[in-house]
């Protein structure tokens, strides 16, 4: 672990180049000037029926201004009125946010202001949801690599316009990383595993290993898909931080529902409507991801029935699909023990296996002061576990209270990095439902972690390549550690992990039994509005008018090994695609 006068040279070294640097990241003013068109929810005037007019209604009202939402609008507002509407705040002054060496303390901030929501899907694995301007973009590990091609002819995007919306996003905000030591070794150590050939640097999904993109810079600062607003037309776009969408509004009175605007709340609690202009090419669009999506779809009364009945919810339209088909990437870990002092490094370097597994690392975020008693997700480091506490037990007083007994712990357990396994496109398939009708609550989804077979099998698969790499002589030499059994590595990461879900004495006997009790997220869930049973593949929701999704509740698989590439793409794709529909050769981009 770092010494004391170690921290504070880095912090020395933070402030310093705080000062000499661009300030994006940090200044106000310099956002403020930036992005003149982001306001608080409370500033916003809601029209009355006497005085709407041209200026305070829009042509596109886009709900959640994530990964998605953001290059959308951006595209959108070149030729049109838009209005986006953001729950959390802006991304620029916040340096849990802005920082990778601060990107664990995002995760483990549960507070009802924190960036990342923080939930228990009913498996029993923590997750997190964005909350925040740029969406998953601000909270995630940062790692930038373009979908399978597989995926691209699967749902239909013409290849032309997909070719011209990926470059407009990496020429904005995407990094080569600065590749760390133990990034090298574990490209060293998947080559030496079979994992080949090695691609070198590319975006390109290609079989073998790779070092890919990142949203960091070379000084290790974040840039989020909310930089992309800059290249809207800051005439003709609005967008609102800290708007709670609470449904959408319909007019009933025609054949089919039409989206007429969005009611949402602002910072200060009081109510407002958002209206849009009277055309019917104008829209509301969902991009709130997929369980915002879903959920809010459900809230204004599209979804199943009898859910909506049960908290007497008006039914608009009756699809038993909406929250269906919920699917999370199982993922699971192999601690790395370290006598070297192991730098932070989070995605750079992905083996791509033909077996139907991802293999990436982690290092160096369980190591600080600060940190070493909170769980992060896929670089946490927590000794003990709650697997003693039945299910039926496991309430968010039981959690603060593990969280209470970890600060005894020993910093020594804390060293090292991950190697981490992900199955690709799970066939096991979960559900999301309303629990209540709070919008700013989380609903209660189940992702039925490896209830399908294959997904078992691949998983076994993946552990056994992961033990391979930790055993590689490239990381016995870089970590200055004794190779260990693979009964010892999996014994260090069954008290490593952390999840709710009860262990097993054989756990380090049976690698199903090891999959299934040490699974968690890389928080790359999708579905709940799936193309044919919710939207249509234009993306418009089917039975009503005039409402749209464009974000990943409409995939049934994940893109490639880390989806946000694609999910900003998406933005892009689809801000283009509707212009060019709506205008033709007026479009003019």
Request: hydrophobic share 35%.
């Amino acid at each position: 672990m770092a010494s004391v006068g170690a921290l504070k040279f880095l912090l020395f070294q933070v402030l310093w180049l705080w000062n000499f640097l661009p300030s994006c990241q940090g200044d106000k003013q310099w956002h403020e000037k930036s992005y003149p068109f982001i306001r608080n929810a409370s500033s916003f005037s809601s029209p009355s029926i006497s005085t709407t007019t041209s200026s305070n209604v829009y042509d596109y009202i886009i709900v959640g201004g994530g990964t998605a939402g953001c290059p959308l609008a951006a595209t959108l507002s070149q030729k049109f009125n838009v209005l986006m509407l953001e729950r959390g705040g802006v991304p620029f002054t916040n340096p849990n946010v802005s920082y990778l060496e601060n990107f664990h303390i995002t995760l483990a901030d549960v507070s009802p202001t924190s960036a990342s929501q923080f939930f228990v899907s009913s498996d029993g694995v923590y997750n997190s949801r964005a909350r925040i301007l740029g969406g998953g973009s601000s909270i995630n590990a940062g790692f930038y690599t373009r979908a399978d091609p597989r995926f691209i002819k699967k749902v239909g995007w013409d290849i032309n316009l997909v070719n011209q919306s990926y470059p407009w996003i990496e020429n904005q905000i995407v990094h080569r990383p600065k590749f760390s030591a133990y990034q090298r070794a574990v490209r060293d150590s998947l080559l030496d595993s079979g994992v080949s050939p090695f691609n070198g640097f590319t975006y390109d999904h290609l079989y073998g290993t790779k070092v890919g993109g990142t949203i960091f810079d070379k000084y290790g600062r974040r840039h989020t898909a909310a930089e992309l607003l800059a290249s809207g037309n800051h005439e003709k776009l609005t967008v609102l931080v800290y708007a709670t969408v609470q449904k959408i509004v319909f007019d009933t009175k025609g054949k089919k529902p039409k989206a007429v605007g969005v009611i949402f709340q602002d910072e200060n609690g009081k109510q407002h409507e958002a209206v849009l202009a009277n055309d019917r090419h104008s829209e509301v669009i969902m991009s709130s991801g997929a369980i915002g999506t879903p959920q809010l779809l459900m809230l204004s009364g599209i979804g199943p029935k009898e859910q909506l009945q049960k908290f007497n919810i008006p039914v608009i339209l009756d699809n038993h699909f909406v929250g269906k088909g919920m699917v999370d990437n199982p993922m699971n870990t192999m601690f790395v023990p370290s006598e070297r002092p192991v730098h932070q490094s989070l995605i750079e370097t992905v083996g791509i296996t033909k077996m139907g597994v991802y293999i990436e690392a982690s290092s160096g975020f369980s190591q600080s002061n600060d940190s070493i008693h909170c769980h992060h997700g896929i670089v946490s480091a927590e000794i003990g576990q709650l697997s003693t506490i039945p299910p039926k037990q496991r309430s968010p007083e039981a959690i603060k209270e593990f969280i209470k007994n970890k600060k005894d712990l020993p910093i020594e357990a804390f060293k090292g990095g991950f190697i981490l396994s992900k199955v690709a496109n799970p066939w096991s398939v979960g559900e999301l439902k309303l629990v209540n009708t709070n919008v700013n609550g989380n609903p209660s989804v189940a992702f039925n972690y490896f209830s399908h077979p294959y997904d078992l099998e691949r998983c076994v698969k993946g552990i056994r390549l992961a033990i391979k790499v930790v055993q590689s002589k490239h990381f016995t030499n870089y970590t200055l550690c004794d190779r260990k059994t693979s009964e010892e590595l999996l014994n260090l990461t069954v008290k490593a992990n952390v999840n709710f879900i009860p262990k097993h004495a054989k756990d380090t006997k049976s690698l199903k039994q090891f999959c299934k009790d040490t699974v968690i997220t890389i928080w790359h869930y999708h579905g709940g509005c799936h193309v044919g049973k919710v939207v249509n593949p234009d993306y418009m929701v089917l039975g009503v008018d005039r409402l749209r999704v464009v974000d990943g509740s409409t995939f049934d698989e994940s893109p490639g090994t880390n989806p946000q590439a694609t999910v900003m793409m998406m933005g892009r794709y689809m801000g283009l695609k509707i212009l060019r529909d709506r205008l033709g050769k007026l479009a003019g981009i």
